[in-house]
């Protein structure tokens, strides 16, 4: 395991935000820390980083524990939580070469990482300019200027457009096929779901689930969503016809997903029975419901 934690907790004055968390990464995963806001995840990643003393319990990154290895394992570790440290009147290669400097590499690892993170193009534009996407791609950039074997990234992808989510995205699954692992914490489970090896859901500071991406596809199981003029009447066909409905509603149904051949038979079906689809898609288990189908599981 690359990060393990114990019965890790965190308390802010009298409230604990961090409940008895046991975390398993597992090397050369992208594992994606979940939760709502106000979870607990900036929190917990900032005792994995020990920019806050970890309340109870013991973390181990790289098989070595924390507070005694310290040194030698915060230098494998390159991260972004909140805002990348820019300078914004310095270009994007200046910001790099500024950082190159401090830790001693030399101006071809910057061009290497300009490459990596595709602003070689933009490297001459002062930062302040980049887009917010681009600014976040300066951050991943900088924190693997000393090729760190772990890169612990906190909401990268807050606020950026979908294109910005995409090339990060890509960036991250690069980054992991050389060797590495990504930490990554998010509130959006369909953004972690597409890239993600391993996952960790934590909920008012406590761990909910913890597995690899196919066991929590089990769990969120995505669904099709038909809109029609009479969901009684569909409901009644399809369920003669072998399909589990599992919510119907005055407009919607919902019938589990699973493959796009099912929806095309579905709405055949309907449409060869008279019923009228105003619309037919797939719909993901926002976060919400899949808290409530992980706890009736469990
Ligand atoms: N410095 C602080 N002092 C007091 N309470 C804090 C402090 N920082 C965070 N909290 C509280 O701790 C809880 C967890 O916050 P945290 O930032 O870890 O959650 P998060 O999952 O990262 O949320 P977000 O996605 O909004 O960043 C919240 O209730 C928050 O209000």
């Known amino acids: 395991m690359v990060i393990q934690t114990q019965g890790l907790s965190f308390s802010f004055g009298n409230q604990q935000v961090v409940k008895s968390l046991s975390l398993q990464v597992p090397a050369g995963s992208i594992y994606g820390f979940l939760g709502p806001n106000g979870a607990g995840k900036t929190t917990t990643i900032k005792m994995l980083l020990n920019l806050l003393q970890t309340g109870e319990g013991s973390i181990h990154i790289f098989g070595q524990e924390l507070q005694t290895n310290r040194i030698s394992i915060l230098s494998q570790i390159g991260s972004l939580i909140e805002q990348p440290a820019i300078y914004h009147h310095l270009t994007g290669k200046e910001n790099l070469m500024n950082r190159a400097l401090l830790l001693q590499v030399g101006e071809k690892r910057v061009d290497e990482m300009l490459n990596l993170v595709?602003?070689?193009?933009?490297?001459?534009?002062?930062?302040?300019?980049?887009?917010?996407?681009?600014?976040?791609?300066?951050?991943?950039?900088?924190?693997?200027?000393?090729?760190?074997?772990?890169?612990?990234?906190?909401?990268?992808?807050?606020?950026?457009?979908?294109?910005?989510?995409?090339?990060?995205?890509?960036?991250?699954?690069?980054?992991?096929?050389?060797?590495?692992?990504?930490?990554?914490?998010?509130?959006?489970?369909?953004?972690?779901?597409?890239?993600?090896?391993?996952?960790?859901?934590?909920?008012?500071?406590?761990?909910?689930?913890?597995?690899?991406?196919?066991?929590?596809?089990?769990?969120?199981?995505?669904?099709?969503?038909?809109?029609?003029?009479?969901?009684v009447?569909?409901?009644?066909?399809?369920?003669?016809?072998?399909?589990?409905?599992?919510?119907?509603?005055?407009?919607?149904?919902?019938?589990?997903?699973?493959?796009?051949?099912?929806?095309?038979?579905?709405?055949?079906?309907?449409?060869?029975?008279?019923v009228t689809v105003y619309s037919i898609s797939k719909q993901h288990k926002d976060l919400e419901k899949l808290f409530l189908d992980i706890t009736k599981s469990n």
């Not at 980049?130 to 200027?145: D, N, P, V």
């Not at 589990?256 to 055949?268: C, R």
């Open 233 to 274: 009447d569909a409901a009644n066909l399809l369920k003669r016809h072998n399909f589990t409905v599992t919510d119907i509603n005055n407009d919607h149904l919902y019938v589990p997903f699973t493959s796009k051949q099912q929806v095309g038979e579905i709405n055949t079906l309907l449409v060869q029975n008279n």
């Open 118 to 231: 595709q602003l070689t193009g933009a490297a001459n534009k002062k930062a302040g300019q980049y887009s917010l996407g681009m600014k976040q791609r300066l951050g991943i950039a900088l924190a693997l200027l000393n090729d760190p074997k772990l890169l612990i990234l906190d909401e990268p992808t807050n606020g950026l457009d979908p294109n910005g989510i995409i090339e990060i995205r890509e960036l991250l699954m690069k980054l992991v096929g050389t060797g590495k692992t990504v930490f990554i914490s998010s509130h959006l489970l369909a953004e972690i779901e597409k890239m993600a090896t391993h996952v960790g859901i934590i909920n008012n500071g406590e761990l909910m689930f913890q597995g690899t991406i196919h066991d929590l596809q089990n769990i969120s199981q995505p669904l099709i969503n038909i809109e029609t003029d009479n969901t």
